[in-house]
């Protein structure tokens, strides 16, 4: 009996430690298993195509470098920049009398047209009252002429009566535009040569998205470096004009001519004799029966006067 219970007891022993070595075999298999599919996943995405989070962060990761070496070298660059090479805008105001308002409009769009600019818009207004005309017109000239230009149509007029200059440095933005579109375009290659790569639909429309987003953030940055190339090529004039004849003596050039007025003051006189003559011809033809009238008591009141006269004179 005591053979009998110690065999048993050495096969239950047995069973259980057979039982807790397969669970751990078991279970080993399964992790190692899950371990397996997750690494072949991973190997699988990474071979193919990764998502469009992990590709745009791969390709900021490996554009960081070389866009902190575009920063670094945009630094050294601003710190080497010289005054030749500063982008500014620079506008201009001014404010003139002149003789002849057309005559001035046509030789500041001449000058303009000569030095490759050109007109950007231009408005008049006539006073009826006292015979004048003001206006405005803005320009854009090259900047390498347009001081010349200011100084040609100050020059041309009779009163500068205001002028200012200013101008708007813009060589910092445009410098870091061209590094922010240096960068957009190593994300674009980047994006262009994982899409030939790509074999899945749903990649493919990722990448196109992520793709598409970076290639409007490049057109955007383009644009405004288009904008400031040509505010900074053109220099934009705004002239304000008022038409004022000059006077001498406190006389305009009309009133010292004096043949013109001679000539005017004859008219005048010769006009006031015939309305003098029309007047008394009127008068006579349109009262004529009254003045008939008039007439006739008038001799019958002269010849009872000199009757009575002379009754008085024989008695």
Same mark, same amino acid.
């Given at each position: 009996?005591?053979?009998?219970?110690?065999?048993?007891?050495?096969?239950?022993?047995?069973?259980?430690?057979?039982?807790?070595?397969?669970?751990?075999?078991?279970?080993?298999?399964?992790?190692?298993?899950?371990?397996?599919?997750?690494?072949?996943?991973?190997?699988?995405?990474?071979?193919?195509?990764?998502?469009?989070?992990?590709?745009?962060?791969?390709?900021?990761?490996?554009?960081?470098?070389?866009?902190?070496?575009?920063?670094?070298?945009?630094?050294?660059?601003?710190?080497?920049?010289?005054?030749?090479?500063?982008?500014?805008?620079?506008?201009?105001?001014?404010?003139?009398?002149?003789?002849?308002?057309?005559?001035?409009?046509? %030789?500041?769009?001449?000058?303009?047209?000569?030095?490759?600019?050109?007109?950007?818009?231009?408005?008049?207004?006539?006073?009826?009252? /006292?015979?004048?005309?003001?206006?405005?017109? %803005?320009?854009?000239?090259?900047?390498?002429?347009?001081?010349?230009?200011?100084?040609?149509?100050?020059?041309?007029?009779?009163?500068?009566?205001?002028?200012?200059?200013?101008?708007?440095?813009?060589?910092?933005?445009?410098?870091?535009?061209?590094?922010?579109?240096?960068?957009?375009?190593?994300?674009?290659?980047?994006?262009?040569?994982?899409?030939?790569?790509?074999?899945?639909?749903?990649?493919?429309?990722?990448?196109?998205?992520?793709?598409?987003?970076?290639?409007?953030?490049?057109?955007?940055?383009?644009?405004?470096?288009?904008?400031?190339?040509?505010?900074?090529?053109?220099?934009?004039?705004?002239?304000?004009?008022?038409?004022?004849?000059?006077?001498?003596?406190?006389?305009?050039?009309?009133?010292?001519?004096?043949?013109?007025?001679?000539?005017?003051?004859?008219?005048?006189?010769? /006009?006031?004799?015939?309305?003098?003559?029309?007047?008394?011809?009127?008068?006579?033809?349109?009262?004529?029966?009254?003045?008939?009238?008039?007439?006739?008591?008038?001799?019958?009141?002269?010849?009872?006067?000199?009757?009575?006269?002379?009754?008085?004179? /024989?008695?």
């Amino acid at each position: 009996m005591k053979n009998g219970l110690i065999i048993l007891i050495v096969l239950w022993i047995g069973m259980l430690l057979a039982a807790c070595s397969n669970d751990a075999e078991n279970s080993n298999v399964s992790s190692d298993r899950a371990n397996y599919d997750s690494e072949e996943s991973v190997e699988i995405e990474s071979g193919e195509i990764e998502s469009s989070n992990s590709i745009s962060g791969e390709a900021d990761r490996n554009t960081e470098p070389e866009v902190s070496d575009s920063q670094e070298e945009s630094g050294s660059s601003q710190e080497e920049i010289v005054e030749s090479d500063r982008k500014i805008i620079y506008t201009a105001d001014l404010q003139i009398e002149v003789k002849n308002y057309q005559q001035t409009l046509n %030789t500041i769009q001449s000058q303009v047209a000569n030095r490759g600019g050109y007109v950007v818009d231009s408005n008049m207004q006539g006073y009826a009252e /006292n015979d004048s005309t003001t206006g405005q017109v %803005t320009v854009r000239i090259p900047q390498d002429q347009f001081r010349e230009f200011i100084q040609i149509v100050e020059d041309g007029s009779s009163k500068v009566l205001e002028s200012s200059i200013s101008g708007q440095d813009v060589t910092e933005e445009f410098i870091d535009l061209e590094s922010r579109l240096k960068s957009r375009g190593v994300v674009e290659e980047r994006l262009l040569s994982f899409m030939e790569q790509a074999e899945k639909t749903e990649d493919l429309l990722t990448i196109s998205a992520d793709l598409a987003e970076v290639q409007g953030e490049i057109e955007e940055i383009k644009g405004r470096m288009n904008y400031l190339q040509n505010r900074t090529d053109l220099a934009t004039v705004t002239i304000y004009m008022e038409e004022k004849n000059v006077t001498i003596s406190g006389m305009s050039e009309g009133e010292l001519n004096t043949w013109e007025k001679t000539k005017q003051q004859f008219l005048n006189s010769i /006009n006031f004799l015939l309305a003098v003559f029309s007047g008394i011809f009127v008068f006579i033809i349109g009262n004529m029966p009254v003045l008939i009238l008039l007439g006739v008591i008038v001799v019958i009141g002269f010849f009872v006067y000199r009757r009575i006269k002379k009754n008085n004179q /024989n008695g």
